[in-house]
């Protein structure tokens, strides 16, 4: 059973950093694209950042230059570091994959950013 988990999340104070991780298990897949997505109270959940199975990544606007996403495929974990974190950084953080023509979710870790 293919499975997602991320952690790393927790209470940080304005312009603090953290770094997520996302472990993929449940298949012997171990190079794959993967996509940070969050949702905030009362908002759409929206892309973050994303890493193909070459390495290549993509950022959303608002975190360009505070998020970067990189990948270790022998531990099959994507990790996101945030840096400089703001209070609108504050949602769930989720990180997606597509296997075999199936999306996977993990169940989020939150991130609050607050003084």
């Known amino acids: 059973q293919v499975q997602l988990k991320e952690s790393g999340g927790g209470l940080v104070q304005p312009g603090g950093s953290l770094r997520l991780s996302c472990v993929l298990s449940?298949?012997?897949?171990?190079?794959?694209?993967m996509g940070w997505y969050r949702q905030a109270p009362g908002k759409q959940r929206e892309s973050v950042a994303s890493?193909?199975?070459?390495?290549?990544?993509n950022y959303a606007d608002s975190v360009k230059g505070r998020f970067t996403i990189s990948r270790d495929n022998a531990k099959k974990t994507v990790y996101l570091q945030i840096e400089s974190l703001k209070p609108e950084d504050t949602a769930v953080y989720y990180c997606?994959?597509?296997?075999?023509?199936?999306?996977?979710w993990g169940q989020g870790t939150q991130v609050t950013v607050s003084s």
């Open positions: 449940g298949t012997s897949v171990s190079i794959y694209a």
């Open positions: 997606n994959t597509a296997l075999g023509g199936w999306q996977y």
């Open positions: 890493i193909t199975n070459t390495g290549s990544t």
